[in-house]
């Protein structure tokens, strides 16, 4: 995954010690191949775990765990608390949570913690189901949370002493999606976004289905991207092998035209801005069989017409909402783009080439050209958050 708000900022680790700490090697890892910078400290108990000198390789960071580690005028918690535009506590314990929330400061990290003074401030609290749950914990947290830190929510399943329930590490992805949050401009705050993604799916027979090659990927991008500038986001999404982004409010998995067209339709009423990038299906199957067709059946397919739901979100559009189709050609970009423009009442539609395998359909990257009345926006080749990013900076300077 891609996350342009990280890059070129400087980011610190705060590592105490939970038995998750190997995940945190991974956060750390996965930060390292971004264009940021990276430093990490660690807390002694922490060291009993793992060596700091994983971390340092992993990162290839400095990492600190003394407070006393006094160079010239340099102080470490003071120093790094100042030189962070992000802290994550990852993972962290039900120990360092109580020192944090209240204000204890005996060691680097707890030190840092309270001289950090901006508001981008993470923590990933990881434990047993029984010390989550306990009672002082969950009040620390919410002083935590009155104190201006975001608390990534732990994760039901197994932990590490053989119990189920909730206190596992979130996905490095997850954290890293709000990590974004935190450093990111909020100009679609308080606005209703409505996207489609990925393909739909018509049923054959029970096992047997038509489909298309979209991925989702250009879709799940426009909703990161819009949740992370602050927008109430819902993602309607047929089928795909991706994870909802973690901003996202709503999330509706779809399956069929008929499925994505009551969804959009309903959520449509209430929404400010509405996106079609989903590759809906034209046609369904006229004659579906209820039993599965053998191979001796004599098989012949009757389609028919599928619900045009742009055209139909177009038709009902309300005043001063914005309405954006995509659309997906082979040929004839910009005569094709501009009648489905017209045709379908939009106000902006995004073409993009999908016989091209480096762009379009599954790529992680994208190249589009963006039309609206009388004007002609080409976005060069680039990952699809980046386009994303680049289409809703469009959005807002024309409409909001
Ligand atoms: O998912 P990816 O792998 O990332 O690929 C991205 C994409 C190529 C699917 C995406 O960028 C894209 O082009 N989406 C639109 C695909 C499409 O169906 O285009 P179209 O030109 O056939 O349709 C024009 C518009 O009408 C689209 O906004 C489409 O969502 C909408 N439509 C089409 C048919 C239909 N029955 N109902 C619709 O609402």
């Known amino acids: 995954m891609k996350y342009p ?13 939970g038995i998750a700490i190997y ?28 060596s700091d000198q994983i971390f340092s390789a992993v990162g290839n960071c400095d990492v600190y765990y003394s407070s006393f580690d006094v160079k010239g005028g340099w102080i470490p918690h003071t120093e790094l608390s100042n030189w962070a535009d992000l802290f994550i506590v990852a993972p962290a314990t039900a120990n360092i949570i109580a020192k944090i929330s209240c204000g204890i400061s005996n060691d680097l990290l707890t030190s ?44 039901v399943g197994h932990l590490a002493d053989g119990e189920i329930g909730k206190g596992r590490y979130p996905d490095n992805d997850r954290i890293l999606e709000y990590a974004e949050y935190l450093l990111c401009k909020k100009d679609f705050l308080n606005k209703k976004v409505l ?28 909703a990161r991207e819009f949740a992370c500038r602050g927008a109430d986001v819902t ?8 994870t909802a982004p973690s901003l996202v409010k709503n999330f509706i998995p779809v399956e069929s035209a008929i499925d994505m067209e009551k969804v959009m339709v309903t959520y449509s009423e209430n ?13 369904r199957i ?32 309300r005043e001063n909402q914005i309405l954006i189709g995509f659309a997906a050609e082979t040929q004839n970009h910009e005569e094709y783009a501009k009648k489905k423009l017209k045709e379908k009442k939009l ?30 926006y080409r976005l060069e080749k680039n990952h699809k958050r980046i386009i994303a990013a680049l289409i809703i900076d469009y959005v807002y300077n024309k409409f909001c």
């Open 271 to 283: 929404s400010d801005i509405i996106i079609m990038s989903a590759a809906v299906g034209d046609f």
């Open 195 to 222: 996207i489609s993604a990925g393909p739909t799916v018509e049923k054959i027979d029970p096992v047997r289905y038509i489909t298309n090659r979209s991925s989702g990927k250009m879709g799940y991008e426009l």
């Open 286 to 317: 006229k004659n579906f069989s209820a039993q599965k067709l053998k191979k001796d059946d004599v098989l012949v397919l009757e389609l028919e017409k599928n619900p045009d739901i742009l055209k139909e979100l177009g038709e009902k559009k």
């Open 347 to 376: 106000d902006m539609i995004i073409v993009n080439d999908v016989s091209r395998k480096d762009i379009g359909f599954e790529s992680d990257e994208n190249e589009v050209i963006v039309y609206s009345y009388g004007e002609e």
């Open 5 to 17: 708000y990280l890059e070129n900022k400087n980011i610190l680790i705060g590592v105490s010690s």
């Open 235 to 242: 993602l309607v999404s047929g089928p795909t092998n991706l």
């Open 112 to 155: 840092t913690a309270i001289a950090f003074a901006k508001e981008s401030k993470l923590i990933v609290p990881t434990m047993n189901v029984r010390m989550y749950e306990n009672k002082a914990l969950q009040r620390n947290l919410k002083i935590l949370e009155a104190d201006g830190w975001t608390i990534i929510e732990p994760e």
């Open 23 to 50: 995940k945190a090697v991974d956060l750390v890892s996965k930060l390292r191949k971004m264009n940021l910078n990276l430093k990490v400290i660690m807390t002694k108990n922490a060291k009993n775990w793992v």
